[in-house]
């Protein structure tokens, strides 16, 4: 069986993996009509472009998804709101033939609740882009971002007084959509008079070619120029794009000279956006340019927790722990792992609360590859596994005796070292008793010619290494 519930976790986790971009969600998913009875999805799009655009860019990878989770067949039906009325025309035609009087007038009603112009389905505001969550409240500082956090709040409370304009820069996934978003929303909360305008860089060019093309050019100018706060995301994809680049230095020359806040966000610094025009890059160094970088653990953790406080959920220590350790360069990789284990759960109804760590890394384990400890060979194991073979004591394998037989251990055991470990020949040579890294390469070297004649010595090794692994 689906529901409204799944349906929603599988497309926050799709755009949380971005395989479904934000601006797309935002512009063609948020607000889908969607019904579920039993295993029927039904999806009713506002016009034709709607419904191609859904099957085109989304259908396959929902779909997927749905099924890897839910393992249930799904049909799905899809239907304009045009088809809608068709067909609720042609339903109440059939039933004023029929001559009932009650059906004739529900489904008079219904066709009144269902008929949206396509005008209106597509008139959204901006604010419709913000992430209510995207606050500074919900932002974690650590040492990575403390900067930027502080020159964004800045800005934010006193936008276009000092730092014009704040360039962000940082890697995918590190807090740039987040903090820039935080000012639009701390400047709705706080500062309502003022009028913003928060957009991703590729709906500032969708527009400019839209309003090009249907001569729209004055609107789209005074509706960039009356702005006081212009926060634009991903500047990078202007690059390019010679016509809107040329839109852009205009806009940002007008807002400049009347001293409009503009807050920038890309994947790089400013002087790496080699196809930008000079002009403009120059006009990017003309305020404070900060940088976010990957987090440490400790704000690895904090994000981790903050995000279950957000949520509501509470979920082991040890979990959050383990994910930290293992995703490091991304925060959105980060929540992502977060949020397969609570739509997990949610899923399969487990209790979050008693979710374990074991459960936990079987939920994650192909999300990303983690190094699992327990199995994690140590030198001292393989020590006591060729001691035991041999009948001798790991003292005297770490010892300097020279005896055949225990030199012989010796060096098989060095070898096991360089194959199951990922440890250099100086840290073997140290856990032998403080043996140069000469003798760990030759014993390596005298074990693998051995074993390419010594049938019984090849079968004794493989079966340590098949037990020590095991
Ligand atoms: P970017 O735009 O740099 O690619 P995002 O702003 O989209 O990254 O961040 C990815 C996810 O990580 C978002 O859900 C965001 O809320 C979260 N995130 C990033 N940095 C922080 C932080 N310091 N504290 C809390 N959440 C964060
Ligand atoms: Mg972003």
Redesign the pocket.
Known sequence: MIEKKIWDDIIQYLVSKDLINEVAYHIWLKDLDVKFDENKVTITFANTIAKEKFISSFADIIKKTLYEFNKEEIFYEYFTKDEVEEKKKSSSKKSKEDNTESNKGKANKENKSTSISNQEAYNFNQINYLNQ??TFD???IGKN?QFCAAAALRVAQAPGQHMNPLFIY?G???????ILQAIANYILTNKSNLKILYMHVEQFIDEFIHSLKNEQMNSFRMKFRNTDVLLLDDVQYLEQKDASMEMFFHTFNSLYQAQKQMVF?CDKPPKDLKDFEERVRNRMEWGLTVQITPPDYETRVA?LQ?MCEYEQRNVDEKILHFIAKNVKSS??EL?SALIKIIAYCDIFKIDINSLTLEQAKEILKDQFKYIDETKIIQIDDIIRKVAETFKISSYDIKSKKRNASISRARNIAMYLCRELTSASTTEIGLSFGGKDHTTIIHACKKISDLIKDDELLRISIEEMIKDLTS
Not at 172 to 178: A, C
């Open positions: 969550r995207y919900n932002f974690v971002n940082g995918v996934g590190l807090g740039k959509t987040h966000t994000i903050k925060i959105r929540e």
